[in-house]
């Protein structure tokens, strides 16, 4: 199906499922023309139907049309084969009325239960046509068509939306009563005068308005200090401060140095008395050994 036609299909749909309360399964009445057509162009009417209308559907005859279509004979056998697929939807009929008949009594004048119309008979098209809210389907060749909505179902589509926006009988009514409560309360209060408003001289636009001069500061008492001056004494103190930590420095190496000669010093002295002790012991010893 072209992607226009179905666009086309869709605005249609949404409009009886909006107006005139069409959901889905959508439920088609089936006509015996109808069917022998579709079987005549071989077409799988069940899936034509739902890519059709846009959702699932619910295929419906009614035992008048069957009743037609056994008077053919052999013909007629087919069709009756294939409607007997479908569900059955009683008629008010005892005795069997024509197929074109049956469908116009069980739509009525306002197609109470929503139902979809599948018929090739021009007349029972036409006939309606002037009732509002009635999809009719035919067979065009082997192209499954919607028709268009008529005038009726449009103006009764256009009335339905207007209803809903605009207020209720309900509401207008009460609406009309609150007011007119209202206007019995206000009929003894006596209207206020409204104040009136003093309008004063109007101030100067603040963007056109120059802007007022800052009040210099008062002199300092302090006295001035020449830049340069103090940047000069800073560098001398600094570099001052420098060289007392570097002879600081050189003093703690000296000291340093000092105590480490101390140490070894006296490691030495010490060595020479182990020394001189230790050779007095071995001349006592000779001495013992030889008396």
Request: charged share 35%; hydrophobic share 25%; net charge positive.
């Amino acid at each position: 199906m072209r992607p226009k036609r179905t666009k086309q299909y869709k605005r249609l749909m949404a409009l009886y499922s909006n107006s005139f309360g069409f959901r889905e399964p959508y439920q088609i009445l089936v006509d015996w023309n109808f069917m022998q057509t579709a079987i005549r162009y071989k077409m799988e009417i069940c899936k034509q139907l739902c890519m059709v209308l846009l959702g699932n559907t619910k295929q419906m005859y009614t035992s008048c049309t069957l009743a037609e279509v056994k008077k053919q004979g052999k013909e007629g056998l087919e069709t009756e084969l294939a409607l007997k697929q479908f569900e059955r939807r009683r008629c008010p009929h005892r005795k069997p009325v024509s197929s074109a008949e049956c469908l116009a009594s069980i739509i009525g004048n306002d197609n109470p239960h929503n139902y979809c119309v599948a018929t090739q008979n021009e007349t029972l098209r036409q006939q309606f046509r002037v009732i509002a809210g009635v999809p009719l389907l035919y067979i065009n060749r082997t192209v499954l068509i919607v028709e268009p909505p008529s005038g009726v179902t449009l103006e009764k589509a256009r009335n339905t939306e207007i209803a809903k926006t605009h207020a209720s009988t309900e509401e207008l009514n009460f609406l009309e009563n609150a007011n007119s409560d209202i206007q019995k309360k206000n009929v003894n209060v006596e209207p206020q005068k409204p104040r009136k408003i003093h309008k004063g001289p109007k101030q100067p636009n603040p963007l056109s308005c120059k802007k007022k001069k800052k009040n210099p500061l008062p002199p300092s008492s302090k006295p001035q200090i020449n830049k340069k001056e103090s940047y000069s004494d800073d560098f001398v103190e600094s570099k001052e401060l420098a060289d007392k930590k570097r002879k600081h420095s050189i003093d703690i190496e000296e000291d340093n140095e000092h105590d480490d000669d101390d140490s070894t010093t006296s490691n030495q002295s010490k060595q020479y008395e182990e020394n001189s002790v230790k050779k007095k012991k071995r001349k006592r010893r000779k001495k013992s050994k030889k008396e």
